[in-house]
């Protein structure tokens, strides 16, 4: 099985997605298939040996609709192309209309103000009839409605002869039938008005209503599509943000090749102003690089030999070379983009609802505007006449038929989706699927691991006790690391990098010797050195207070001590810091009602002292990672909706079972794989970000359902005359065709709303 993701031409609504999804399910050979019409995507998983492509373009093709293939989901490779595609089918649509409703837009404020004229002047006798005879005015009528349905409105009418051949409708099906029926009526009549009195039919022509609801759904149509295609430019500022070419150094020279042609262990060659274009390392020269744009990071950060660099980040200063480790599809901003790109594909549970509602509603719709014809011709015979009756009961039939469309139900989720997940990336958020972040903003529990989610995740000089008096922190640290630069230890590493961001100066050592199992000792200008544990200072007969340093390092701290022979001069902590961000988001999380739990391998002692710092509550200590998947199995059988945020191989049992799995992007593959969301940087402050995200996000994606069910609940009954015999009320074709067009405008302008949500 392979899966695929391929742009599908000529869906109009949400109806046209679920039409395509139910008929690719039957293929055999496919195993799974999912349509979305806010990004225009199909994904479909199928065996290639089974079932050809073309014999899946082909059954799509069936149904009126187009597969575009090589638009693949082989991460950051075919993008660049696919993208080129979606503009150009998108730019192709969108003129399209724009040509149509410069006919259609005149004509209809025309025919609409005639309307209005005409029902004033039935209605008021001081109202003028039209200047024009009505036959001469009937037959223009005629000849701009057939231009307006034939030509403006060819979509609709085609969507007939196929919902003829496939027993499939959708939106456009609806509005085909409803206008043609007008249409239809009105030549009859006009070409044969024998009819009107052989069949005692109603005078009227509704070439108006035909070419006023034409003009309104396609002005709709084109509102709708600039606004869809705006919730999807996410994708196409990630696309922007791709170097074009690299430099790189071959055989001794600088030479400049495309981003494609850069291999591993390319030496880069970078200088101010210009993008990163590969992800690697550091190995000369120095600057500042403004990651923001990748990872959310607001501030440059200062970048030298070690440091990694990821493609798609602007360098602002210096100039650096650096060794391309990641290239084409392995880069960060690749994954990105393939990440955003199937999330934004991906549906959350709540869109199923909708889905199931499109999939019967049109059918029952068709049902409900023939029984309304029905009954108005049946019933309302006898109280208002045959010619009156069948008038009213025309104008219901195309009234519920254009009004009830549900456009802005499949519009309502997807559109939200799209623009919330291409706005948690630009934040640092990167959102999997679209069910992770439905869940997230019910997650009433947040289970962290510390290492490496609360705490660096590595050795850090934590603190400094001066007990020398006479020198400065400065000077003891100094002097410490320039005994630990011989050592190959951890802690010593920790020591010696903290001299090195403070610039201090290294001193030259002589006669180094390793203490085995105590420290290290050296001489520097002439002077000898101890640094080492509290055994070393303990052999070495000098006084110390050994239970503060023993209180220490319960809470997890491993202090190192500096002393010459006669005494000793101070004591630096190295241990796991916490994360400058970890306390705001914790006091962050609590004011959002969240419970914080602390799940951790290290010890008690340790663990507490951790969670006292940060504020967390709830500690659960030397945990295996079993005992951390049975805690989340815990919490969920309390009730609880569970969020877990962790970045080590050992937090992934617990990741995949949590209902919302958060992963740090600093931790393993595995880790992140397991989890629904990858926070960048590994910055716990984001998670705050991200449920605030999926709060605003499901806020507004309830305000589109309101708003899509609010238009049908209320005009369906208007316009099938439910409301005429009590109080005279009927809803006219054209406001139908205004409120089915704005329901969707509505919906996807809410949507973009987003946009300007502060999280």
Not at 361 to 384: D, H, K, N, R
Not at 395 to 414: D, E, N, Q, Y
Not at 505 to 511: A, D, S
Not at 632 to 651: F, P, T, W
Request: charged letters at 20%; proline letters at 3%; aromatic letters at 6%.
């Amino acid at each position: 099985m392979s899966k695929h993701i391929y742009k599908v031409e000529g869906m109009h609504c949400a109806s046209c997605a679920i039409a395509i999804t139910d008929s690719l399910k039957k293929v055999p050979g496919v195993k799974s298939a999912s349509v979305n019409y806010g990004n225009e995507k199909a994904q479909v998983e199928y065996d290639p040996e089974v079932v050809p492509f073309q014999v899946i373009e082909q059954e799509v093709a069936k149904l009126g609709y187009a597969l575009v293939a090589n638009t693949t989901s082989t991460p950051g490779v075919d993008h660049e192309k696919m993208d080129h595609t979606k503009m150009d089918s998108g730019d192709m649509y969108l003129e399209g209309l724009e040509h149509k409703l410069g006919f259609i837009l005149p004509v209809t404020a025309v025919v609409f103000v005639a309307m209005m004229w005409d029902l004033l002047a039935r209605s008021f006798v001081a109202v003028p009839s039209l200047p024009i005879p009505m036959s001469l005015f009937n037959t223009l009528s005629m000849v701009l409605a057939t231009v307006a349905l034939f030509w403006v409105g060819q979509q609709f009418v085609v969507s007939i002869g196929r919902f003829i051949k496939t027993r499939r409708a959708n939106m456009d099906t609806l509005i085909g039938i409803g206008t043609l029926t007008a249409y239809l009526y009105s030549v009859s009549i006009t070409l044969f008005p024998q009819l009107i009195v052989l069949l005692r039919l109603p005078e009227f022509t509704y070439f108006d209503v035909t070419i006023v609801v034409i003009g309104f759904i396609t002005l709709g149509k084109f509102l709708e599509a600039r606004s869809k295609k705006k919730t999807g430019d996410a994708i196409e500022k990630l696309l922007n943000l791709q170097a074009k070419t690299a430099i790189v150094v071959r055989e001794g020279n600088e030479i400049e090749v495309p981003v494609s042609e850069v291999i591993h262990g390319d030496l880069v060659v970078i200088k101010p102003g210009s993008k990163i274009p590969v992800d690697g390392e550091l190995v000369s020269g120095e600057s500042f690089v403004d990651e923001s744009m990748v990872t959310g990071e607001s501030m440059p950060i200062n970048k030298k030999a070690g440091d990694t660099v990821v493609a798609g980040t602007m360098n602002i200063g210096g100039s650096f070379v650096f060794r391309a480790t990641k290239v084409g599809a392995e880069t960060l901003l690749a994954q990105i983009i393939v990440m955003v790109e199937n999330a934004q594909g991906s549906k959350a549970p709540i869109e199923a609802m909708a889905d199931k509602i499109s999939g019967i509603f049109v059918p029952i719709v068709l049902a409900i505007a023939t029984v309304a014809l029905m009954a108005w011709v049946g019933i309302g015979s006898y109280y208002l006449g045959f010619s009156q009756a069948f008038s009213l009961g025309l104008l219901s039939f195309v009234s519920v038929l254009v009004i009830a469309c549900p456009c802005a139900l499949g519009l309502a989720t997807p559109t939200a989706i799209i623009v919330a997940v291409g706005k948690g990336a630009r934040a640092g958020i990167l959102v999997k699927d679209a069910a992770s972040l439905e869940h997230l903003h019910k997650v009433d529990t947040v289970v962290v691991d510390k290492t490496g989610t609360i705490t660096v995740g590595r050795p850090m000089l934590v603190g400094i006790e001066n007990s020398a008096g006479h020198s400065s922190n400065d000077e003891l640290v100094s002097l410490l690391a320039s005994l630990e630069k011989k050592s190959e230890h951890p802690i010593a590493h920790a020591i010696v990098s903290y001299a090195k961001e403070k610039e201090l100066v290294l001193h030259e050592v002589e006669q180094f010797a390793i203490i085995e199992g105590q420290g290290i000792c050296g001489t520097i200008a002439g002077k000898e050195y101890f640094a080492g544990n509290v055994l070393l200072i303990q052999n070495m007969g000098l006084t110390f207070d050994v239970a503060h340093l023993d209180k220490e390092a319960a809470e997890g701290k491993t202090p190192v001590i500096l002393a010459t022979k006669e005494k000793v001069l101070g004591t630096v902590m190295v241990a796991d810091a916490i994360k400058e961000e970890s306390k705001e988001a914790v006091l962050q999380l609590k004011k959002m009602g969240i419970t914080v739990v602390m799940l951790t391998g290290d010890r008690e002692a340790t663990a507490r002292a951790i969670a006292d710092q940060v504020g967390i509550d709830e500690v659960v200590a030397q945990v295996l990672p079993q005992d951390k998947l049975a805690k989340i199995v815990s919490l969920q059988e309390k009730g609880r909706i569970v969020a877990m945020a962790g970045d080590g191989v050992n937090d992934a049992p617990a990741l995949a079972q949590a209902d919302v799995g958060i992963a740090m992007s600093t931790g393993t593959d595995v880790a992140i794989e397991s989890a629904g969301i990858t926070l960048l940087h590994g910055d716990i402050s984001k998670l705050v970000k991200a449920i605030q995200l999926s709060r605003v996000t499901m806020r507004t994606i309830k305000q589109n359902l309101f708003f899509a069910f609010v238009y049908n609940v209320v005009g369906i009954p208007l316009a099938a005359g439910v409301f005429y015999p009590v109080f005279g009320l009927l809803l006219s074709p054209v406001f139908a065709g205004i409120a089915m067009a704005g329901s969707s405008v509505s919906v996807v302008g809410n949507s973009l709303r987003l946009k300007a949500s502060k999280l």
